[in-house]
């Protein structure tokens, strides 16, 4: 079976007055229908980038400059808008982190979501809002044909989210690209959305693209993990493999840095320095200058080791453990 | 000091213990943030008809006492009161009712902070630096406008607190724009131990931080807790954070604590339904395969504080609740091992 999505030798830069930000620097990796991938990264890694890219919402000064992204055998980079649009929202959706922001403030919920219904095929104003009154009770709103006529403002957080997640499924998408969803939610709440997501994700096959800083959020709900940095995947594989036995240093110095892998009280393996601008980008491995197992060979770019499904571009990585 | 209006400060009885040592007090801590009444309703108030009041109760009734040298955490969702509380310890912000001591003295002398003894560091390095002060100088105005050091000594002394919170003392003449969110970060702290406080209030000081830099700035908290023997109140929603640098916690719901106790205790066996529940919503790191992610989400909604419910204002969202939860609302009660816990059922 070929996969639902294909990325090849991804190149999104930003075109500022400073000079050009390299944002998204060779990213590849393809998804199965069904399959729920974790993008792991931190400020400035390019995970919101990339997602972006997906989606063709690459906003001026930035642009695709290269590469190839295959969805469901359909090539996205250099397709005209009015074409993307028609994927967009129907067959490819996305969820973004501040749902305050996505939803429009003066629209009632009933209104915006019929909008969405109607922006892929026809439907009469009943049938658009039945059809969103059914989807918002999926992701669990109750009352959901109540609440129609609810503008944004009358709902919480956890709820916003829950509607941007509804829009998002409105037409049985079949990729969802979510971009820190639960990021602004408390955690109670945000164990509900992730709960819903991953029961969704199983039940409609819909493949996730799962967007955040966040290695335990991912952990539990991802099937496969890719850690960027700098604009390049570090490293990728299956999300327990990857997380129990890192092999890229940058990697095992974010799972150091979580206060949950340490002994309370002790001081943390912490990374030293921070994340290079991507404005003046020295060759070779970018990782380099803050990684302990660095020498003068990290000053060529690191080779991609595949190992057995698992990738990881580093000169010296970190030993299988047995 | 003023009773509590009508709760009568159930609660203030609930110090844990008498501790000879403890540096920070609160009792019976409430604060209500009363809304600002139209024309209309005040000329209907002051013509003695019954207008709704609907303020916010943020803060009802807290008690609580931290010793010398201890990490208190204070942990809680949004709108629980954790930072409201926060503000009243740090001597920022006057509470409706009860009172906050620190080594004896009320931090506050009417609507002003009346001491130097309590510092804070809050989540926004952004915004609470002065964007046209050179760091050198944000550092330098509170211990010289104190006379906790002569001015001439003060480029020094500002030398001194950014080796110490690892940042070049060349950057002293820079502005806050020209770091990175954990080098501010770094720079708020040195600004709050420069006053040379014997007590920290952090207020979610790493949230706005990337992985890798919250480990820098946990690390550097560590470091300088130990060396200068710091009191802290550490309020953060993040519990492996609080976990990590808390002596003791307290969990809050809605404006009181339903849980506190020692650290360790509360992580591995806690006792409030509410405490429970958080702990099982935090996404674990999976590491094994067959470690299948189970969540066990708290079912429902935070209520308003505008409207709490009757009796236990966890109750609507409590497995355990039963008749008597609806109807009475539990007092922080101390267990056998040092607990305090506000449940009919724990």
Partial sequence: MSALLEVRDLHTHFFTRAGVVRAVEGVSFSLARGEILGLVGESGSGKSVTGFSLIGLVDPPGRIVSGSIRFDGQELVGLPQAAMRRLRGARI????????????????????????????????????????????????????????????????????????????LLHGPELIVADEPTTALDVSIQA?????????????????????????????????????????????????????????????????????????????????GSTPSLLALPPGCPFAPRCPRADAACATDPPDVVTGGRLVRCHHPLAVAA | MSAPDRQGGEGSGAVDRPIPDRILVAEGVTKRFDPRLSLGDRIAGALGAAVERRAVQAVSDVSLAVRQGE????????????????????????????????????????????????????????????????????????????????RAQAPAMVADWLARVGLDPAFASRFPHQFSGGQRQRVAIARALAMQPVML???????????????????????????????????????????HVSDRVAIMYLGRIVESGAAARIYTAPRHPYTQGLLDS??????????????????????SPLSPPPGCAFHPRCPKATEICRAERPLLTPREDGALVACHHA
């Avoid at chain 1, 044909?145 to 944004?152: G, I, K, M, Q, V």
């Avoid at chain 1, 991953?198 to 966040?214: F, N, P, Q, R, Y």
């Avoid at chain 2, 804070?120 to 050091?149: K, Y």
């Avoid at chain 2, 890798?212 to 309020?235: K, Y």
Wanted: glycine residues 8%.
């Fill in chain 1, 93 to 168: 959706a996305m969820v973004f982190q501040d749902p305050a922001a996505t939803l429009n403030p003066v629209l009632t919920i009933g209104q915006q979501m019929a909008l969405a219904v109607r922006a892929h095929g026809r439907a009469s104003e009943a049938a658009a809002r039945d059809l969103a009154a059914r989807t918002l009770t999926r992701v669990g709103i109750p009352d959901a044909a109540a609440r129609l006529d609810a503008y944004p403002h009358e709902f919480s957080g956890g709820m916003r989210q829950r509607v941007a997640i509804a829009t998002a």
């Fill in chain 2, 71 to 150: 990490t208190l955490g204070l942990v809680g969702e949004s709108g629980c009161g954790k930072s409201t509380l926060g503000k009243m310890l740090a001597g920022i912000m006057a509470p409706s009712a009860g009172r906050v001591l620190v080594d004896g003295v009320a931090p506050m002398q009417g609507r002003h902070k009346a001491t130097t003894r309590i510092q804070t560091v809050f989540q926004d390095p952004f915004a609470s630096l002065n964007p046209r002060m050179r760091i050198g100088a944000t550092i330098a105005e509170g211990p010289v406008a104190h006379g906790l050091v002569a």
């Fill in chain 2, 282 to 303: 935090v996404p674990k790191l999976r590491l094994e395969a067959d470690d299948l992610a189970t969540f066990k989400p708290i079912a429902g909604e935070l209520p």
């Fill in chain 1, 192 to 272: 509900q959305i992730l709960a819903e997501m991953k029961k969704l994700a199983k039940e409609s096959g819909t493949a996730l693209v799962w967007i955040s800083h966040d290695l335990a959020t991912v952990s539990s709900l991802a099937d496969r993990v890719l850690v960027m940095y700098a604009g390049r995947i570090v490293e990728s594989g299956g999300v327990s493999e990857t997380l129990r036995a890192p092999r890229h240093p940058y990697t095992r110095g974010l799972l150091d840095s979580l206060p949950a892998t340490a002994r309370p009280g002790e001081k943390l393996n912490q990374i030293p």
């Fill in chain 2, 201 to 243: 209030v952090c207020d979610e000081p790493v949230a706005s931080l990337d992985v890798s830099i919250q480990a820098q700035i946990l690390n550097l908290f560590l470091d300088l807790r130990r060396d200068l023997g710091l009191t802290c109140v550490f309020i953060s929603h993040d519990l492996s954070v609080v976990r």
